[in-house]
T-cell receptor
Framework: DGGITQSPKYLFRKEGQNVTLSCEQNLNHDAMYWYRQDPGQGLRLIYYSQIVNDFQKGDIAEGYSVSREKKESFPLTVTSAQKNPTAFYLC?????????????FGDGTRLSIL | AQSVSQHNHHVILSEAASLELGCNYSYGGTVNLFWYVQYPGQHLQLLLKYFSGDPLVKGIKGFEAEFIKSKFSFNLRKPSVQWSDTAEYFCAVNARYGGSQGNLIFGKGTKLSVKP
């Protein structure tokens, strides 16, 4: 079955540590996205990528970094500069870039601070 | 800046009651509109979408939504809810600027709890 796989499901970070969240898709979609979901805040866009080797900042990119070396993979690194990283992180993809097509979502990674 | 407002944070209904969840957006141009649902422990799924044409859109599981351009609204409705509709519902909008699309903007979500 085609879909989006996020790992790990739960992740714990120590103060001052960088952590990387994995997102893989086998839908052959061009565009991939990272969102942060906080209770009562909805989804906020962190970064997005429309094609390989290209990505753009979303609304809340500070303290995060991404790479897009392969079409199917879009890992997100939460750096130590992100002062409030505890949240639920969702990865999504869509077929033709920012074309207005619906996005498909992964199951999410819940990040907590130790 | 564009924004999406969902009026109710938490709605509690009994089974068989009718549902209407409000969604308003702030962009005056052409938009694509979506409702997503997140069932407990599951990923976000598309419920329905509006791009153009008939402003009354039917989605999965008996849901429908009506786009009213003059009111900048895209309210979600279901005539008779079931316990299995308990979930969080998100309205989302992306604006079209000429030939290009903006990013998807989400509302803050509405939690629906259906009592059996």
């Amino acid at each position: 079955d085609g879909g989006i796989t996020q790992s790990p499901k739960y992740l714990f970070r120590k103060e001052g540590q960088n952590v990387t969240l994995s997102c893989e898709q086998n839908l052959n979609h061009d565009a991939m996205y990272w969102y942060r979901q906080d209770p009562g805040q909805g989804l906020r866009l962190i970064y997005y990528s429309q094609i390989v080797n290209d990505f753009q900042k979303g609304d809340i990119a500070e303290g995060y970094s991404v790479s897009r070396e392969k079409k199917e993979s879009f890992p997100l690194t939460v750096t130590s500069a992100q002062k409030n990283p505890t949240a639920f992180y969702l990865c999504a993809s869509s077929p033709f870039g920012i074309s207005g097509q619906p996005q498909h979502f992964g199951d999410g990674t819940r990040l907590s601070i130790l | 800046a564009q924004s999406v407002s969902q009026h109710n944070h938490h709605v509690i209904l009994s089974e068989a009651a009718s549902l209407e969840l409000g969604c308003n957006y702030s962009y005056g141009g052409t938009v694509n509109l979506f409702w997503y649902v997140q069932y407990p422990g599951q990923h976000l799924q598309l419920l329905l979408k509006y791009f153009s044409g008939d402003p009354l859109v039917k989605g999965i599981k008996g849901f429908e939504a009506e786009f009213i351009k003059s009111k900048f609204s895209f309210n979600l409705r279901k005539p008779s809810v079931q316990w299995s509709d308990t979930a969080e519902y998100f309205c989302a909008v992306n604006a079209r600027y000429g030939g290009s699309q903006g990013n998807l903007i989400f509302g803050k979500g509405t939690k629906l709890s259906v009592k059996p």
